[in-house]
């Protein structure tokens, strides 16, 4: 006769779902040896059938507490079963960043996310451009990837044809939440291959954490000025035929925040 032993819980998964559990969320430690939270009342089986949380570390080797581990929390949803899909980043730590308080930050990001409602680092962006009258459908398009997320705006050339204005967080995100937002890129790209021309004409961050609502104010007012500056003040560089165009450095149009 056959037993199915239960998973060794490792210290750190006890200290999440303690606290976890103290703010009302749902939290085991899955046969697949990663940490589930979910909302509060559902069994394992049928959290595993909705909406859940995975909460995943890394930390030296054999830690018995939570310093030094490096903590990110991802939401997803089922995806054809038994398939997910990841729908958010809700919480990772910034690079160097003291780690005393990581269980409180991501427990907090963790129980703000099941108790809604939800803005993602993208919402608030889409928000900050409509406010430009650069509309999701109209004037931007969106793009949900398996890897990568991004936004694109096309911008008339001065030899008739079209590029793309194409944004995204530095980890290639969009649907992140704002207290895990570690900057906006915004890269020109050629309208016939798709390729970047050049550098990021707009970039914020190293890394770590920025600001969500300035910077999204601060690349929607960049990508308005982008779209609606007149052909003359558009360098040369736009309209060189052919591939791998590059963007140069000393037109008006390259610059940074």
């Not at 052909?231 to 591939?243: E, I, K, L, P, T």
Request: proline fraction near 7%; aromatic fraction near 8%.
């Amino acid at each position: 006769m056959s037993t199915t032993t239960a998973p060794a819980v490792p210290a750190l998964a006890t200290v999440i779902i303690t606290a976890l559990t103290n703010a009302g969320v749902g939290a085991f430690w899955d046969t697949e040896l990663i940490l589930i939270a979910h909302p509060a009342g559902l069994t394992q089986e049928q959290a595993l059938t909705g909406e859940h949380v995975v909460i995943d570390w890394m930390a030296t080797p054999g830690a018995t507490t939570l310093e030094g581990a490096k903590l990110e929390a991802t939401a997803w949803e089922p995806d054809s079963l038994p398939d997910y899909a990841q729908i958010a980043t809700l919480h990772a730590t910034p690079p160097g960043c003291p780690r005393g308080e990581e269980v409180a930050q991501c427990v907090t990001a963790v129980a703000e996310w099941f108790a809604g409602p939800r803005q993602t680092a993208g919402g608030m962006l889409l928000a900050a451009l409509a406010e430009y009258g650069l509309v999701e459908g109209k004037e931007v398009f969106v793009s949900y990837g398996t890897h990568s997320d991004r936004y694109s705006v096309p911008l008339p050339l001065a030899d008739g044809t079209q590029a793309q204005l194409i944004i995204a967080d530095r980890d290639g995100s969009l649907r992140h939440l704002p207290n895990a937002h570690t900057g906006w890129s915004v890269i020109l790209h050629d309208g016939l291959w798709g390729e970047p021309i050049g550098d990021p004409v707009y970039i914020t961050g190293d890394g770590e954490l920025v600001d969500c609502a300035e910077d999204s104010a601060n690349a929607a007012a960049f990508m308005a000025d982008f779209v609606t500056a007149p052909v003359s003040r558009h360098c040369d560089c736009y309209a060189q035929d052919g591939h791998w165009r590059r963007h140069d450095r000393e037109c008006n149009r390259y610059r940074r925040p």
